[in-house]
Every structure is written in C-alpha cells, then in structure tokens.
C-alpha cells in the first residue's frame, strides 16, 4: 500500500487524535461508565463522510486489511498473556463451563438461528455464531475494574474473554474451508491433512518457538546488562508480530501463533507479563482503539442499512441466546443466583468480533459483506445494551458509596488527604520464613524497592536512598511510629509465589481505587507505609 504525502499526514492526524481524544476523556470515561467504544465509534462518524469527510475506507480498503489484521493479533496475544496460568487451573471446571457448554452453545444457537431466520448458508451462519459469541475485551475492561463486580463473576468473565477467541477462531477458519476460501485439494474439496498442519500445528508452533526464544534471550540479557521495565512491555508487543510473521512464512496461522506466544509467556516469564500489563497494554489499547475509530467512520453503520423488523430480532435474540445458553451450564456451579446472571448478560460484542467477520471478507467468501453487516448490526445493539447496563451498575454502585459517606474514586484519583507521611521500600531483608496452614510460605517484613515520598531519620542515621533496610524500619518502630507493611505485589505475582509477608496489608495495585482498598483493609492515615511489591 502506497501512500502519497496528505494521506500519511491524515493518518498520522488520526493516530494523534485517537490519543489525545482517549487521554482527555479516560477520567471522564471510568467515573461515568460510558462505553469507551462508543466514544471511538463516534469519532469515527465524525471524521467520516458523513462528518468532515477526513477518513473514506471500505471493506477492500488496504489500510484496513493491515490495521484489522494487527489488531486482531494484538487481541489474542493480550488475551493469552493476561492470562494468569494459575487462576485458570485452579478454576478449571468454571473455565470449561464458560468456554464449553456457555460459549460453545451459544454459537450453536446463533448459527441455527442466522440459518433459519436470515437463510444464510449453514457455513457462513457458523462463521457469524461464532464471531457474535467473542466477547469485546475492551468494553469488558471497564466491567472488570468494578469493585461492585463480585469475585467469582469477574473471574468467569475474566477467563472467557481471555480465552474464547482462541476456541472461536477455528471455527471461523475450518467454516471458510466451507465456503470455498480455503485451502483445497487436488478434486476441489477442503484438503483437511493440509489444514490441520497449516492451521493448528504449523501456526501454534511458530508461535511457541518464537516465544521460547524471545524469553530466552531476555533472561540473558537482564542477568548481563538489564532491561528497562517500560521496555519489556514494548518486547513483549514485537514478540507478538513477530511470532505473527513467522507463522505466516510458513504458511500456519499467523492469529494462532500470535495467542500461542502470549499463553507461552504467561506460563514461563511473570515478570515480563506484568510489564506488558503495565505498560503495553495501554500502547495495544491506543491501536484498537484506532481501529474502532476505523469502522465508526462508515463501515460499522452499514448495519444500520439492513435494519429491518426481522434482522432487529434476530440482533435481540442474539443477545438473549447467551442468556439461555449460560443459566443452564452454570446451574450446577456454586455461584449465587448474581453472579450467574451477571456472567450471562455480560458478553459485549465489539472489536472481535467485527475482526472475526472481516476474515471472511479477506479470504473473499461468497456473502461475506452480507456477514459483515449482520455482525455490525448486533454490535451496535450490543454497544448500546451492555454499555448502559454498565452505567447503570455504575450509578448504583455510586448510591450506595454516598449513602455510606464514601464517595467513590476513579482509578487512579487521589484521596482527599494524603493516605501516609511517607511510603518507603524495605530493601535487603534477613527472610523468616514458617509454614502455615494452606501449605504457603510467609517471610516476615520482607519488600522491594518502590520511590521514598521523603527521607526518614531513624536515631541519628538517615535513609535518602529509595529503598529502606529492615533495621530502619524496625528503628520506626521502635521510636513508637505506626509501621504498615503493605504487600502490592500484582494478582499474578502473589498468586505464583509461595513466600508472603508476615502481616502485611494486601494491596492489588492493577485493581485501580487504591485508596478506597486501603480505606477497606483500614490503613490509617497518618501511617508509614512500607511497600513490598517485588
């Protein structure tokens, strides 16, 4: 694809514009719950024909071709190393309920339901089920963020949208075989053989290998020279592309090399997972969010060119099927009559699956632009009824912390007065470690370095450095000072390790609202917070 100079220009306007846009209104955004997609969805109609006329693409546009493909990569890899390995094994029946008879199901109902209602081809109806059963993990963020959100639902919900495109995606590659966009033999039937290495051996494989290898090299350089941590997060994203890359030179599925990285990444280097949630998933976040703009200029409205009465229901019907799928796989869990309705209301439609769809429209399936509008339909149904179940679970939760006296705060919102005098790290630790009773390990005051708000004078001695001894806090102690030892080491690094803090207060640091959990754990304010969060 070939740009000339005020094409590059546009759309280096709009890259810049998506960020800016997306930093201004992020407040704005997680206080009110509005769906961020249909900010970008928005946008996009601004900036396209119909508003300033700044972005024209179609379906055979090149640039979205490259844009989607990047995107729905970037997808499957944050969906596989957000992972945490852990928790899935642990919940292992919750996880198979969700991805089996919940999602699964679902897509089989859609499917007979885009057959029978629409009279589409039972293949290119199973390709539309199973992109409209791929939840939006960009509408889901702002839903998993929610301290109203109760545990066992945000876990279930947790791990479908972190693993049901990589069981849908399959279903989409094997149903285009269907349709005449595959790979075929010699008397023009699907050469299955040929498929199955291609697909899921060639592709998985590539992206295993380049994983371990990524992993590998970064071991070695961190014990010789060290990396920067913002800089693992950007490894972490040229792992992903390149493990897209390889896959596809040798003719294996680029998608699945891609998730089959992340899955490997979480499963060998937490460290380097953490980093790419701190950091690199902000920078996936802005590309999507890019690609939403994308579709809000002109495509995604071409679902509103087939309303009718009949394509309406079926969009309503669509939403509910889920419904109707989930209440009966989750029935025998032990999850309470909430969480269960929760779990099955909330499976948004958004990114994904418009990314699933497209690849029919890139492998030129016969009435892939026909699947394409059905799908842009139910998104914006989806947009519109998830999205404001979200604001409306927003301003509930709202109620409740006013009429508590407790005024909820926005990720990252400061308190109203300074939770500590000082937060200090406690380096170099003499480690205590005695058994408990669910077989963990605790070592006693043990933490990592984190930034000194100010120094501390202990008997004559000062700490300027950014971390503290354990002699110096013990010093604080001593001198009648009130010492919280805070563990804010991220879920999955808590989760893998076998070794905690004695008494430490337990802070998750990406579950945002730090404030208002340490208000919850009762942390004064007029307390020396030491940080262990290695």
């Given at each position: 694809?070939?740009?000339?100079?005020?094409?590059?220009?546009?759309?280096?306007?709009?890259?810049?514009?998506?960020?800016?846009?997306?930093?201004?209104?992020?407040?704005?955004?997680?206080?009110?719950?509005?769906?961020?997609?249909?900010?970008?969805?928005?946008?996009?109609?601004?900036?396209?024909?119909?508003?300033?006329?700044?972005?024209?693409?179609?379906?055979?546009?090149?640039?979205?071709?490259?844009?989607?493909?990047?995107?729905?990569?970037?997808?499957?890899?944050?969906?596989?190393?957000?992972?945490?390995?852990?928790?899935?094994?642990?919940?292992?029946?919750?996880?198979?309920?969700?991805?089996?008879?919940?999602?699964?199901?679902?897509?089989?109902?859609?499917?007979?339901?885009?057959?029978?209602?629409?009279?589409?081809?039972l293949a290119a109806a199973a390709i539309v089920g199973a992109a409209l059963v791929s939840t939006d993990p960009v509408l889901l963020r702002g839903l998993l963020k929610s301290r109203d959100l109760p545990a066992a639902a945000r876990q279930a919900l947790r791990l479908e949208s972190g693993l049901n495109d990589a069981v849908l995606l399959p279903v989409v590659l094997v149903a285009l075989t269907f349709l005449g966009a595959g790979a075929e033999g010699a008397s023009g039937s699907p050469d299955w053989t040929r498929l199955v290495i291609d697909q899921f051996l060639l592709g998985p494989g590539a992206g295993i290998a380049v994983a371990l290898l990524a992993v590998a090299t970064l071991d070695l350089i961190r014990r010789k020279i060290g990396v920067r941590r913002d800089y693992e997060s950007l490894y972490s994203l040229g792992v992903a592309f390149a493990a897209f890359a390889v896959a596809e030179s040798v003719h294996g599925s680029g998608f699945l090399a891609a998730f089959a990285a992340g899955l490997t990444i979480s499963a060998l280097d937490v460290e380097l997972c953490d980093c790419f949630l701190e950091y690199g998933e902000t920078t996936a976040e802005m590309a999507l969010l890019f690609t939403f703009v994308l579709f809000g200029a002109s495509l995604i409205w071409e679902g509103l060119a087939i309303l009718t009465p009949l394509t309406l229901l079926f969009a309503l019907l669509v939403i509910v099927a889920r419904v109707a799928a989930f209440v009966p796989a989750l029935a025998f869990t032990r999850l309470t009559r909430k969480e269960k309705l929760l779990i099955s209301w909330f499976g948004p439609r958004g990114l994904s699956t418009l990314l699933l769809v497209l690849l029919a429209v890139f492998a030129d399936a016969p009435g892939a632009e026909t699947m394409f509008a059905i799908c842009s339909l139910v998104v914006l149904v989806s947009v519109v009824l998830h999205g404001g179940s979200m604001m409306f679970l927003g301003r509930i939760s709202g109620r409740k912390a006013r009429r508590a006296g407790t005024p909820p705060l926005s990720p990252g919102e400061p308190p109203a007065a300074p939770i500590a005098p000082a937060a200090v790290a406690v380096a170099e630790p003499e480690v205590e470690v005695a058994p408990v009773p669910d077989g963990r390990a605790h070592e006693h005051e043990v933490a990592a370095p984190t930034p000194v708000a100010e120094d501390v004078e202990a008997d004559g001695a000062q700490a300027t450095a950014e971390r503290m001894t354990i002699a110096e806090m013990r010093m604080l102690q001593e001198r009648g000072e009130r010492v919280i030892l805070v563990d804010a080491r991220t879920e999955r690094t808590f989760g893998n390790s076998d070794r905690a803090a004695v008494g430490a207060v337990r802070i998750d640091p990406n579950a945002g609202m730090v404030a208002e959990q340490a208000a919850e754990q009762g942390i004064p304010k007029d307390a020396w917070l030491a940080i262990f969060c290695a």
């Open positions: 694809m070939q740009l000339t100079g005020e094409e590059l220009a546009g759309v280096l306007a709009l890259v810049g514009m998506v960020i800016v846009v997306a930093a201004l209104l992020s407040g704005l955004i997680e206080r009110s719950n509005f769906p961020q997609v249909a900010v970008f969805l928005g946008l996009g109609a601004v900036l396209g024909p119909a508003g300033l006329g700044m972005i024209d693409i179609g379906l055979d546009s090149p640039m979205l071709r490259i844009v989607a493909t990047l995107s729905l990569a970037l997808v499957l890899f944050t969906d596989a190393v957000g992972l945490n390995l852990t928790e899935t094994r642990r919940h292992a029946k919750l996880a198979f309920l969700v991805l089996g008879p919940g999602t699964m199901l679902t897509g089989v109902i859609v499917t007979l339901m885009g057959w029978w209602m629409l009279g589409l081809p």
